[in-house]
């Protein structure tokens, strides 16, 4: 009894209480956005009410996790990790094709997404190999394996045609970062997606020519300061041959193999390669509602687009212009303001551990919300191409809300035991 009222003690609260905000904003938004007048609240069928039904599930997940001791949870990450790659795997044979995707699990009414947990067990998996003993990120063997550890689930959400939901997984790369890994990775990460960007803008000669040129140029002035630089012309030409092939024949492979026609269509409009209304007509629709919000907004189930329909996918990918048309400048501020917090919290909490293994994870969990948040609202906007992925604790899915809950769940188990951890 003792031990379980310390637990109580040391939960942080203030993380509670933002999860529990941000969770009835969603609610109230999912209940704005599909609004009716003649509609009766209590309806079971409607979507603000099944949302509710997960809300329960989900504080019931979180209390189970609360239940469990905290060792569970790295003595347990391997074989979490191994399973949830058998399920992905699963999803190849027997899940629909939904949205043009392979990656649900229906079991009757209900529906789940394992990718969705796939990103807890691989911040438990990460978190489990490098506070091994004989890890060391500045190795090269190491720091194959941690990016293999990410690889494999992305890759297989890839090959599931979830594009979306496996770029989350890039956000892992942060955590690597922060335990040492070399900043060479996220540069790389950078110039591939220049070279992706500018072959698509200005085709494979063009972009092909330049980066020869930019060859010859720094060969000639390697040849010059031979001795004061220690570069080696293998890697040099490595780097070129590697770039050359990416150009000419991994661009149009990832592009038109690896995207549905819709992603497609939505880069070329983000780009300017394709001025089709239709193409972008979600983005305009969400931007024109934020933008009617005005700077006060227009009043809780008042949005005008928002009651009318005029928003495709409100509920789930848009949800964003719901809260800017109905609460305007001042309430999408405050919301992401308020968003932040928890981000914020969630790194401070990560900081402040004695255990290498929950702070990995803590970075792992602050990744993953992060990159939904920026994907997400940077659709909304109008900045980023349209992928599909959901607001975390807002938009409405029960998978996702579910995979939030259970990784806020174990950070803050973990978190509570951080003074009986000698590590």
């Known amino acids: 009894m ?8 040391y939960l942080d609260w203030l993380s509670i209480w933002l999860y529990l905000l941000l969770v009835a904003i969603g609610l109230a938004t999912i209940y704005a956005v599909n609004f009716d007048d003649g509609q009766y609240f209590f309806d079971g069928s409607l979507p603000h009410m099944r949302q509710l039904v997960w809300v329960g599930i989900s504080v019931f997940a979180a209390a189970v996790v609360m239940i469990l001791d905290y060792k569970f949870f790295s003595a347990m990450a391997w074989p979490f990790y191994a399973f949830m790659l058998l399920l992905l795997l699963l999803t190849f044979a027997i899940a629909p094709t939904i949205n043009g995707a392979r990656s649900w699990l229906v079991f009757g009414p209900v529906s789940l997404q394992p990718a969705e947990f796939a990103k807890i067990a691989t911040s438990l998996a990460l978190a489990r190999y490098l506070t091994s003993v004989d890890v060391n990120l500045s190795q090269l063997r190491s720091q194959l394996i941690a990016m293999a550890l990410i690889a ?3 890759g297989l959400v890839v090959m599931q045609r979830d594009i979306g939901t496996a770029l989350v997984f890039t956000g892992f790369f942060l955590v690597l970062y922060r335990e040492g890994f070399p ?7 950078f110039y591939v997606g220049l070279l992706f960007v500018s072959t698509l803008l200005f085709g494979p000669v063009t972009v092909s020519l330049a980066i020869t040129a930019v060859l010859a140029f720094f060969m000639v002035f390697i040849i010059r300061n031979w001795k004061r630089l220690k570069i080696r012309f293998l890697e040099i030409i490595l780097i070129y041959l590697l770039s050359f092939t990416f150009v000419n024949f991994g661009v149009d492979m990832l592009f038109y193999k690896a995207l549905q026609p819709h992603q497609q269509s939505r880069i070329n409009v983000l780009l300017g390669r394709e001025v089709e209304r239709g193409a972008n007509y979600n983005v305009e629709q969400a931007k024109i509602a934020i933008g009617s919000g005005g700077v006060l907004g227009k009043g809780y189930l008042k949005g005008t687009l928002t009651k009318g329909d005029f928003v495709p996918e409100q509920g789930t990918d848009f949800i964003f212009s719901g809260i800017g048309e109905e609460f305007g400048f001042v309430g999408s501020s405050l919301f992401l303001l308020l968003f932040m917090a928890l981000l914020l919290r969630i790194l401070w909490l990560a900081e402040r551990q004695r255990s290498s293994f929950t702070r990995i994870y803590a970075y792992g969990v602050a990744s993953v919300l992060f990159m939904h948040f920026l994907v997400n609202v940077g659709m909304a906007i109008g900045l980023l191409p349209v992928i599909g992925i959901p607001l975390p604790f807002i938009s409405y899915g029960g998978s996702s809300l ?22």
């Open 2 to 9: 003792k031990r379980r009222e310390n637990l109580m003690a």
């Open 152 to 154: 494999l689930p992305m």
């Open 183 to 189: 900043a060479t990775v996220p540069v790389i990460a």
């Open 402 to 423: 579910l995979g939030f809950t259970i990784s806020l769940a174990i950070l803050l188990k973990l978190d509570a035991y951080r003074k009986l951890v000698l590590r």
